[in-house]
């Protein structure tokens, strides 16, 4: 990042990168019945500059090439804002300002699709257990993010995130009747209990 923004100061003033990449895994079961697998994977820039006094702004989510983000960017700049401000240098924080903000957990980026499976099984079966013949469409999501911010002043951050989710809908058909209930429960930590989701399920039908 920072070999990349030492890049970009060589065709404009300052610049600013950030960059955000996302790792999402859902496991699908439709009518009691594990459906699909996904993994969708995605990463995306952004560059800000500041050249002759003007805002230039590119992105990417592709394989574009960084070359190509700072011509835009320098290109975009000749019509852009005037600059009343510049990008923030790096901040000293004494120890007792340091506090680190929990959003990630290492138990959610480590679980595996097995796991994940096991868990929709769990889940299905637990309410089967209350009547068979109810049909249980449900999804276990893990999503992991990686967030890092560069600029030529010396300003920096980076964090991981992570999210775990448990969704559910039941379907119960009796004659021509038809009951349709959701629920669902999110956490940045490996700690859902699958209870939480069934129960609430239970109570309704």
């Known amino acids: 990042m ?17 960059r955000a990449k996302s790792k999402i895994i859902p496991v699908n079961f439709e ?22 006094g003007r805002i230039g702004f590119s ?7 960084f070359d190509s983000m700072v011509e835009k960017a ?34 959610v980026a480590n679980k595996g699709i097995e796991e994940m499976i096991k868990v929709g099984e769990g889940i299905i079966e637990k309410v089967k257990d209350f009547n068979r013949k109810l049909r249980c469409d449900v999804t276990i999501v893990k999503d992991c993010n990686e967030i890092e911010y560069f600029n030529s002043r010396g300003g920096n951050f980076s964090y991981s995130k992570t999210a775990i989710a448990y969704s559910m809908m039941v379907q119960q058909i009796e004659n021509q009747d038809m009951l349709m209930i959701y629920s669902s429960i999110e956490s940045g930590k490996d700690n859902l209990e699958l209870e939480e989701l069934t129960s609430e399920i239970i109570v309704n039908l």
């Open 2 to 18: 920072e070999k990349l923004l030492q890049q970009a100061c060589k065709e404009v003033d300052s610049a600013e990168l950030f």
């Open 59 to 65: 992105s990417s989510t592709g394989s574009e090439g």
């Open 74 to 107: 320098a290109a975009t700049s000749e019509f852009g804002s005037e600059a009343s401000f510049d990008f923030p240098g790096k901040i000293k924080r004494g120890r007792k300002e340091k506090k680190n903000i929990n959003i990630y957990d290492g138990k």
């Open 31 to 52: 009518v009691n019945r594990l459906k699909s697998i996904d993994i969708s994977e995605s990463e995306g820039k952004a560059l800000r500059v500041i050249n002759k």
